[in-house]
């Protein structure tokens, strides 16, 4: 189950100011369910939702399954939304150490030659046991064409067809859109096997889609559980959304105070890039036209000795949200030294997660005393299911308030402003 908690953001509000954006969700959640706002062709990571395909999550797992047991690594190559979905739901879930199966590698994601150079350095090098590698790829891209992916693929795409001649439409997959885009014509001329990102589905929203879901199951996570959990978190919205509609509603009016900027941030380092996610879904949807607060990710309690400072007492133009963990893994318990020279008997019986618990109550206390509206986002355990329904609540959420903000959460028209800028510097 997720728990919203906005009582420290909205005690910032009038109550006039808080109902009347709290209307403008309102009217901001009809919008998306009648299908007549901005962006309205691109609704269909609900549709996935309402209308489940199966016969997709049990191709996707036997797929995922033969790579588990034949791959050494497996790359994810691609960038943006294509990537961050899986990345996001892998790491908090992985172990941090040792995880079982393929070493899940991400490429595609930036232009340095020096990554690229060096994972296919590390590619050649043998296995524990003497052996040369088994690599597989999986290359995301919707539009088939986004430089850093598409040059990053044409690298590792070329390493494989030397190290494995026999075997590279097995090794191989593609994610893309059903037609067009160059990646399709190498589907064709390679006979890569593929799967297809819906025309419907934008990059950021589609995590539930076969560009999130492979790789995920890779790494071994139920994808079953993570999309039923999504499932029934869209069944409930559609039934009772006042905590989302609540939730919407004091960001919204909070941007229009003054506040710039969310910080995204959990206690749970494992959630770092849940956060990243959640900066792209929000940020590339809200940041149009001189509207949205800019989405800043932090881990705490790390940068709360870089960040914390600003975030208490500089400018007061910052929003925060917390994600927690109520049950969280990670049973050390301190233990009483006998001689207490560092001074710590005083924490004796706790467990880490007691005393993480312990620093997030401090730091929201502190922070909402130094004037910073905090929102809750809790989830009481951390497992596929609930960041299923994590992921559509913040799916639903960012539309809702998008629309609040009179913005179509689903383009993102200044991202093609530097590749043209680019494309011209690289004679394209
Ligand atoms: O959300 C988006 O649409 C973007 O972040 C894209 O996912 C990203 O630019 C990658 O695009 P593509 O999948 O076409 O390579």
């Not at 497996?74 to 150490?97: E, H, N, T």
């Not at 506040?259 to 900066?279: H, R, Y």
């Not at 940068?303 to 929003?319: E, K, N, P, T, Y």
Request: hydrophobic share 40%.
């Amino acid at each position: 189950m997720i728990k919203l908690d906005v009582s420290r953001a909205k005690k910032f509000l009038t109550d006039e100011e808080f109902d009347q954006a709290r209307d403008k969700a309102s009217e901001a959640l009809m919008t998306v369910k009648e299908r007549n706002g901005k962006g309205a062709e691109w609704l269909g990571w609900r549709d996935l939702l309402s209308d489940p395909n199966d016969a997709i999550l049990e191709q996707l797992h036997s797929m995922a399954t033969k790579i588990r047991e034949n791959a050494d690594v497996f790359i994810v190559c691609g960038i943006g939304g294509s990537y961050l979905g899986a990345r996001a739901v892998i790491d908090a879930l992985a172990s941090f150490f040792g995880n079982k199966g393929p070493e899940i590698i991400y490429a595609g994601h930036h232009m340095s030659g020096q990554y690229l150079e060096e994972l296919l350095a590390y590619l050649e090098e043998l296995t524990k046991d003497g052996e040369p590698k088994s690599v597989y790829c999986n290359v995301i891209s919707k539009s088939g064409t986004t430089l850093e992916t598409a040059l990053s693929f044409r690298f590792i795409r070329s390493w494989m067809q030397d190290q494995y001649p026999d075997t590279l439409q097995d090794r191989i997959i593609c994610t893309t859109s059903s037609v067009g885009g160059a990646l399709n014509k190498l589907v064709d001329q390679y006979r890569f096997q593929k799967f297809v990102i819906p025309d419907d589905v934008g990059g950021r929203f589609s995590v539930l889609t076969p560009v999130g879901l492979l790789p995920i199951a890779v790494a071994g996570i139920d994808i079953r559980s993570l999309f039923y959990g999504a499932v029934s978190k869209y069944e409930e919205l559609e039934e009772e959304a006042g905590s989302l509609l609540d939730y919407a509603a004091v960001k919204y009016a909070l941007f229009k105070k003054g506040k710039a900027v969310d910080v995204i941030t959990s206690f749970e380092p494992q959630l770092a890039s849940l956060g990243g996610w959640l900066q792209q879904l929000l940020g590339e949807s809200e940041g149009k036209g001189g509207e949205g607060m800019f989405p800043a990710v932090t881990t705490y309690s790390t940068d709360l000795h870089s960040l914390g400072q600003f975030i208490q007492d500089g400018a007061r133009i910052v929003m925060e949200t917390f994600i927690t963990v109520g049950d969280s893994k990670g049973g050390l318990t301190v233990k009483e030294a006998e001689e207490n020279n560092d001074g710590l008997n005083y924490l004796a019986g706790m467990t880490f997660h007691e005393i993480n618990k312990r620093a997030f109550e401090g730091t929201i206390q502190a922070h909402v005393k130094g004037g910073v509206p905090s929102v809750v986002v809790n989830l009481d355990k951390l497992n596929a299911q609930h960041l299923g329904e994590f992921i559509y609540l913040y799916e639903l959420f960012t539309a809702v308030y998008c629309y609040s903000l009179n913005v179509n959460p689903f383009n993102q028209p200044g991202v093609e402003d530097y590749k043209s800028e680019m494309y011209q510097l690289l004679g394209k």
